[in-house]
């Protein structure tokens, strides 16, 4: 859904380096999420925010933290990176009250090394 | 918390079957049950959902069903085409935060 992106799509680093993925959204939505992709895994929550000052932990939240800088953007850093955060990372949002329906991006790709 | 299992991990079907999805859910308070499906190199993208006070729902050729005593809900593809092929995600969340907990995935092949 081009109105959720997330940059970059493709990433490859080494263990122990800091990364930040980036997503930015026109839908006007005050809820973002992210989730991590593993194979066989489905979609795990890692952070949401409900609006600008409110951050929650999902239920993967160790080894990563989360910064919403504006209601259209969430970033998703890991502070040092290691081989088991290996995954695909998908940004969602979803406007609440009125719609449960949660709006993705098309992913970013993160291999570490 | 909320724990969703999906089932099959794996379907195949030849084009023109159909194909059912089964999903279990633990929270009797889940009030709302979505489906996605992820298409190669995108996001997952809602195709149906369904909410506590209905036992079923159509689209075209989806459909859902919803079993509240069992807590169980399944998808319904008829006459599957090759592009149906995708991985499909299950999930089911409940009023207030509407977090949803997603099963693991079905991919399902759609052969020619």
């Known amino acids: 859904d081009a109105d959720v992106t997330q940059t970059p799509r493709n990433r490859i680093t080494k263990t122990g380096k800091r990364i930040m993925l980036e997503c930015s959204q026109t839908k006007g939505h005050d809820r973002m999420y992210w989730y991590r992709q593993d194979p066989g895994l489905g979609l795990r929550l890692i952070y949401y925010s409900f609006d600008v000052k409110d951050i929650n932990k999902g239920e993967i939240s160790d080894g990563y933290s989360v910064s919403r800088q504006a209601q259209a953007k969430f970033s998703l850093s890991l502070e040092s990176a290691i081989p088991n955060q290996t995954a695909l990372y998908f940004c969602?949002?979803?406007?609440?009250?009125?719609?449960?329906?949660?709006?993705f991006g098309p992913g970013t790709r993160l291999l570490v090394l | 918390g909320e724990n969703v299992e999906q089932h099959p991990s794996t379907l195949s079907v030849q084009e023109g079957d159909s194909a059912v999805i089964k999903c279990t859910y633990s929270?009797?308070?889940?009030?709302?049950f979505p489906w996605y499906k992820q298409e190669l190199g995108k996001g997952p993208q809602l195709i149906i959902d369904?909410?506590?006070?209905?036992g079923e729902k159509k689209d075209q050729r989806i459909a859902v069903t919803l079993n509240k005593t069992a807590k169980h809900f399944s998808l319904h593809i008829t006459e599957t085409q090759p592009e149906d092929s995708a991985v499909y995600f299950c999930a089911a969340s409940k009023g207030g935060s509407y977090i949803p907990t997603f099963g693991r995935g079905t991919s399902l092949i759609v052969h020619p």
């Open positions: 969602a949002t979803s406007d609440f009250p009125g719609q449960e329906t949660q709006y």
């Open positions: 929270d009797s308070a889940s009030n709302y």
């Open positions: 369904i909410r506590s006070n209905v």
